[in-house]
């Protein structure tokens, strides 16, 4: 059973294209996120959603229009595909667990597979 | 803000050699500190993590041991296998506040195991 799953796994697209890319989590995790990895293999966070409320947007163009229906599902829309937009996306979600002493606490983040687009 | 900084790559040794993947980071607070694995063609793995200070994470045959004082987490093998060949990326939880958490990465490690 995928824990964190997305669809397409590929997606190929002419510039100017709209296109959306669809994650779904079946772990029960208030928090969801969605990644960029370029061609450098960089990761670098876009979005985060905790229980279907926008919570991180990190200085990503409006053309990305993240979209939460429910707790466990965030999609990402593209709307006018640049050619800079070819990248992996990867969804994630996270739970924050208990107290761990001090201030630290329980945390781990999983990752679906990934979404390589490709804009042409 | 909160940064990890990672050895450059790309890594490349023979098999059954000895590895370690260099990290280090910058960060307020009590983050918890992973390392996550992309092999060729697929998503992100957990490898391993440590929650505090001392802390050793270990997972098929890798261990590294948070170090608060020299604000480290390396990464380390005793003999590494082909099958080890993928990309490693060390990272940081900053967590703000509940639902406000996210990952910090590194720019990862490329690393290739040659028979």
């Known amino acids: 059973d995928t824990a964190v799953s997305q669809t397409p796994k590929y997606l190929v697209t002419q510039m100017g294209n709209d296109k959306s890319i669809k994650c779904e989590q079946n772990?029960?995790?208030?928090?969801m996120y969605w990644y960029k990895q370029d061609s450098k293999k960089f990761l670098k966070i876009m979005f985060s959603?905790?229980?279907?409320?926008?919570?991180i947007n990190e200085t990503v163009p409006n053309r990305f229009s993240p979209k939460s229906p429910d707790k466990a599902h965030l999609n990402l829309h593209i709307n006018s595909l640049e050619l800079g937009d070819s990248a992996v996306y990867f969804c994630?979600?996270?739970?924050?667990?208990?107290?761990?002493?001090?201030?630290?606490?329980?945390?781990?983040?999983?990752f679906g597979q990934g979404t390589r687009l490709t804009v042409v | 803000g909160n940064s990890v900084t990672q050895m450059e790559g790309p890594v490349t040794l023979s098999e059954e050699a000895f590895l370690t993947i260099n990290c280090t980071y910058t960060?307020?607070?009590?983050?918890?500190l992973f390392w996550y694995v992309q092999y060729p063609g697929e998503g992100l793995q957990l490898l391993l993590k440590?929650?505090?200070?001392?802390d050793k994470g270990s997972n098929k045959g890798f261990e590294a041991t948070y170090r608060k004082e020299t604000t480290s987490f390396h990464l380390e093998k005793g003999s590494v296998q082909v099958s080890d060949s993928a990309v490693y990326f060390c990272a940081l939880s900053d967590l703000f506040g509940f639902g406000n958490e996210k990952l910090t990465f590194g720019t990862g490690t490329r690393l290739t195991i040659i028979p």
């Open positions: 994630a979600s996270s739970q924050v667990g208990q107290p761990l002493g001090g201030q630290s606490r329980e945390f781990e983040a999983f």
């Open positions: 440590a929650t505090k200070a001392d």
């Open positions: 959603y905790n229980n279907k409320e926008l919570i």
């Open positions: 960060a307020t607070g009590y983050p918890s």
């Open positions: 772990l029960g995790h208030d928090t």
